[in-house]
């Protein structure tokens, strides 16, 4: 749906809602440098979704805020108007101390959930420590989400004594109670399993849902984490969850079924545990594809066209171009894109010398050791195929990790010959979707794999399963001698199907079926 749609739609439908969206990821970042201010938007799929959303509803955007300039750039209670100019809608931070971070979003989240919930054989490092942090900095992001819904009135360190602040905080319950009948909060990942639980615990009427980025793992994975009672027990206090596929719905019932004395009823897929009802929904998240295709049609794009032919990412001269587009993690099938490159150059040798590929991204979440490992790993297989290779001023690999803007990373989509989107397993993977949607002269195909969660709708790019170099070396090919019609035939399938279900759809979807509990 339009924009003007999803606007209409929520006003008539849902009335005045009250949206707080929570995230660890703001969408903007303000760094210092130098005496000046730097303004940063985000990347990832989750704020880069999300965004649209808010900038339409004008709510208020809980996150960590992780830059160097976060707190000089907003007021004393952490907010700021964005976006700067426009200011359409509140970001609120919240500022964690370092042992906070490396608990809770280095350790908890990313050295626990984000492995077992991929299943891509990494092992979770189970340190104890991690869930206290997580606990604690859950707990931090549930405080300040009651703060914003009960946003009037002093704090208990404002000079009140005990007895008047529990008069005073039964009077913000009863306002409140009233008040967030038209408050939403809605969750966003991994990263706060157990914020419900808090908000609950203050006002049970407070509606409370999660939307969860990344896979949910089969029950037989997920056994092996500790903490897993606590972490149903958190997820469960929400009114709605919602997955990616409806796959990842059925692992999470199938969970509930067997770690909680929980029942779960599979014709309406919702659980009751400890008297509360929870509807597990899934909701394909999408992107903003008018706004990209307008875009990749505009002049804009077309004079950056002209400049990249003239800049110095790519040195190696090439007749076909093949691109991808990640952020540098394990789960991101890098390396088996590189043995399939090497497999490719070996079978199809005539490719040799004419095609390269180009990795663009952003290192990511380097503090953890599984990452420092597989980025010098990533670096040492690209030197390896560039040495088999190069032949005077041609190899084949390169690498470019610096976050460019919106507009050159679509540019990149348009001119490509070959877009590979291969990571080992995905929730969705919206680069999939944001290189469809820029494909607009149909000049390149999408290699997808089959274990994105876009693949469920993306039927018509060539799908692959990376772990089979074999394979994934002759999808490259295919890709690439594609003709023309055919190429066109497939990508406005894709389009289509993109558009019937935006970003917007997603988010209206989720914010009717939560308003309708
Ligand atoms: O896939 C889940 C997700 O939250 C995405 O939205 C985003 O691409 C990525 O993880 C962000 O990771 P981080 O915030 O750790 O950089």
Redesign the pocket.
């Known amino acids: 749906m339009e924009k003007e749609r999803f606007n209409r739609l929520i006003e008539e439908k849902l009335g005045n809602i009250n949206l707080i969206v929570v995230s660890?990821?703001e969408p903007t970042v303000h760094e210092f440098s130098g005496k000046k201010i730097k303004t940063t938007r985000s990347v990832?799929?989750?704020t880069i979704a999300l965004e649209p959303i808010m900038q339409n509803l004008h709510g208020t955007w809980i996150a960590y805020g992780s830059g160097s300039a976060d707190k000089a750039a907003a007021d004393d209670s952490g907010k700021i108007k964005l976006p700067e100019g426009e200011e359409l809608y509140t970001l609120k931070r919240i500022f964690l101390t370092k042992d906070d971070i490396n608990g809770y979003y280095y350790g908890y989240s990313?050295s626990i959930l984000w492995p077992l919930c991929h299943i891509v054989y990494r092992q979770p490092v189970f340190d104890p420590h991690y869930f206290e942090v997580y606990e604690r900095v859950n707990k931090k992001f549930a405080d300040s989400i009651i703060e914003e819904i009960n946003n009037t009135g002093p704090s208990k360190d404002a000079g009140i004594n005990n007895a008047e602040q529990s008069k005073y905080t039964e009077n913000i319950k009863i306002n409140n109670i009233k008040q967030s009948k038209n408050t939403v909060v809605w969750l966003q990942?991994y990263h706060l399993a157990l914020c419900a639980k808090y908000i609950k615990e203050y006002d049970n009427a407070i509606k409370t849902s999660i939307f969860w980025?990344?896979p949910w793992p089969n029950p037989e994975v997920f056994t092996i984490c500790p903490e897993k009672k606590e972490l149903l027990d958190g997820l469960l206090s929400n009114d709605l969850i919602g997955f990616q596929i409806i796959y990842y719905c059925q692992n999470f019932l199938r969970t509930c079924e067997w770690e909680l004395e929980a029942r779960i009823n599979w014709a309406d897929y919702t659980v009751t545990y400890k008297g509360h009802v929870t509807k597990v929904m899934p909701f394909q998240i999408s992107v903003d594809a008018k706004n990209i295709n307008d875009i990749a049609m505009s002049k804009g794009v077309n004079d950056i066209a002209e400049n990249i032919k003239n800049n110095d990412i790519i040195e190696p001269s090439y007749e076909y171009l093949a691109l991808s587009v990640d952020?540098l993690d394990y789960t991101k099938g890098i390396i088996e894109k590189f043995k399939a490159i090497d497999r490719f150059l070996e079978k199809y040798s005539k490719f040799q010398g004419k095609f390269v590929f180009l990795q663009l991204g952003v290192i990511?979440?380097t503090l953890i050791e599984a990452y420092k490992r597989f980025n010098d790993q990533v670096l040492n297989l690209a030197e390896d195929i560039n040495w088999k290779y190069k032949t005077g001023d041609w190899y084949p690999i390169v690498q470019f990790y610096k976050q460019l803007d919106f507009q050159t990373y679509i540019t990149y989509y348009k001119i490509c010959d070959v877009m590979i989107v291969s990571p080992l397993q995905d929730?969705m993977n919206l680069v999939a979707k944001e290189y469809v949607m820029s494909n607009v002269d149909y000049k390149g195909m999408l290699v997808l794999s089959r274990f994105a969660g876009s693949a469920k709708e993306l039927k018509d790019a060539v799908l692959v399963n990376p772990f089979s170099v074999e394979c994934f070396a002759d999808a490259i090919n295919e890709a690439l001698i594609m003709n023309i019609r055919e190429k066109e035939r497939r990508t406005v399938k894709m389009q289509n199907i993109i558009m019937e279900n935006n970003i917007y759809d997603w988010a209206y979807n989720f914010l009717t079926a939560l308003c309708m509990i």
């Open positions: 660890n990821r990832g799929g989750l990313n990942d980025h990344i952020r990511s979440r929730g």
